[in-house]
Each structure stands twice: as C-alpha cells, then as structure tokens.
C-alpha cells in the first residue's frame, strides 16, 4: 500500500509539473511550420531526450550537482532565462534562433532537445522533483520514479502526435493566436523560474 501511495504522488507530481495537456500547445506554436512527419521525429527525440536526461537525474542527480558544483537556484535561473528568450521571440512571430540551423534533421533534432526535451520537460522542476522522489530510496523506489516518468512522457508523446489533428480544424490567425499566447506564457514561466531561482539562493 505504501509503495501504491508512492508511485501515485510520484506519477501527480510529475503530471502536474509537466503538463502534457498544457504543453500541446507550445508544441503547435513550436513545430506549426513542420510536417506530421516531422512533428512525430521531433517528439520522438524529445521525449527520448527528456528520458534519458530524467533518468540520470534519478539516479545520479545529487552526484551530478556536487560534482560540477552546481545548485538548484543556479538551474532555475538558466532554465528560466531560456524559456523566456524562446517565448520572446514567439512573442514577436519569429521563428527563434535557438533552432536556426540550415539542415531539416539537424533544425528538426535541435527543437527537439532545446527547448522541448530541456527545459520544458526535462525543466528544473522536474528533475529536481525527481532527484527528490528518488533520494534515500531504495532500488524499488527509484525505479517506480522511472517507471512514473515515462509513462508521463509516453502520454506527452500522444498528446504531441495527435496535436496535428487539432491544427486541421483551425484557422492560420488561430494558430498565430495560439502562438502569441504560449509565447508569453512561456516568457511569463521563464521570468517565474528565474523569481524563485533567486528567492531559493537568497533564502527568501
């Protein structure tokens, strides 16, 4: 019974920190240029990408940290500072310069690991909130925590594919409505990482 209580906290703290219905649409904002093929590869990779990077968190998150010297108030500022550059310029109906490469793959792989697999999935509340499900537990634990968080990004992946469908119904200026939108919803989260980023480093 305790390690059903576990996995479920793990699995709703992982789904309300990830969102897979809230970031299907910074997915169309992000990929409304792309094919359905290219929207699948895209998700594919970031999904995988996020796993992987979940994944060494989960099991050598604290040595990581230590090892490089690194905090989480320091994460969250860079995370955040990401995000919000992203959403600026989605903001401005720019297609950013952080996935501005001349090649298809590459363009397409580069969107895929930033900014979709870090920081939004893979963002700092996410791996911090895995690096303390899995702290001080033993190996069943952990590997609930694991199993938890690829079923969450298996249900982000979903929600991904089939984003097209929903593109189908709507209008272009819907589609740069929605854009716009998840711009300065992401610039919005960028600047509230980089608040509590600052709070956590100077306590307060």
Known sequence: MDLLNFALTTFTAFFAIMNPIANMPIFLG????????????ISF???????FIGLAFILFG?????????????FKI????????VGFEMLQSKKSDIHGHDSAAEDSYSISVSPLAIPILAGPGTLVTAMNASSHA????????????ALILFITHLAFVY????VKYMGQNIIKVIGKIMGLILSIIGVNMVIEGVKIAFGL
């Open 30 to 41: 992000l990929t409304k240029d792309r094919t359905d093929k290219e929207k699948r590869k």
């Open 62 to 74: 604290t040595y990581i940290f230590k090892m490089f010297g690194l905090t989480v108030p320091a």
């Open 78 to 85: 860079a995370g955040g500072i990401l995000i919000f550059y």
């Open 45 to 51: 990779i970031a999904v995988v990408t996020a796993f």
């Open 138 to 149: 033993t190996l069943l634990h952990a590997s609930v925590v694991v199993v938890c968080f």
């Open 163 to 166: 984003s097209g469908i929903i």
